[in-house]
Nanobody, 122 residues
Framework: QVQLVESGGGLVQAGDSARLSCAAS????????MGWFRQAPEKEREFVSSITWSGRNTYYADSVKGRFTISRDSAKNTVYLQMNSLKPEDTAVYYCAAGVVIGVLPNDYDYWGQGTQVTVSS
């Protein structure tokens, strides 16, 4: 079992930056693929980014490529999502997820955090 707790959300202005953190506890964190998803009101949960257990490979949705950066610190059992040049359309609840396979679908991940709200005002 893996427990995930996100933090770092809030209200920001368009063009600002924000960093989300996801602290993991439980089973060996370093062996899990970690991902970030987001869900806006009345929309499906969508893939944002993921990182392999080694940290060597990262993946991004086209909508955030070049603006968001995912990273992980295995010593701290934490994964981060650095978000730059935020846009109003980035407004959503952001979820951290852990799984054993790399993927872009929610079903590819086994464990989820409770989510953190990010609101970008124009």
């Amino acid at each position: 079992q893996v427990q995930l707790v996100e933090s770092g959300g809030g209200l920001v202005q368009a063009g600002d930056s924000a960093r989300l953190s996801c602290a993991a506890s439980g089973r060996t964190f370093s062996r899990y693929v970690m991902g970030w998803f987001r869900q806006a009101p009345e929309k499906e949960r969508e893939f944002v980014s993921s990182i392999t257990w080694s940290g060597r490979n990262t993946y991004y949705a086209d909508s955030v490529k070049g603006r968001f950066t995912i990273s992980r610190d295995s010593a701290k059992n934490t994964v981060y999502l650095q978000m730059n040049s935020l846009k109003p359309e980035d407004t959503a609840v952001y979820y951290c997820a852990a799984g054993v396979v790399i993927g872009v679908l929610p079903n590819d991940y086994d464990y989820w955090g409770q989510g953190t709200q990010v609101t970008v005002s124009s």
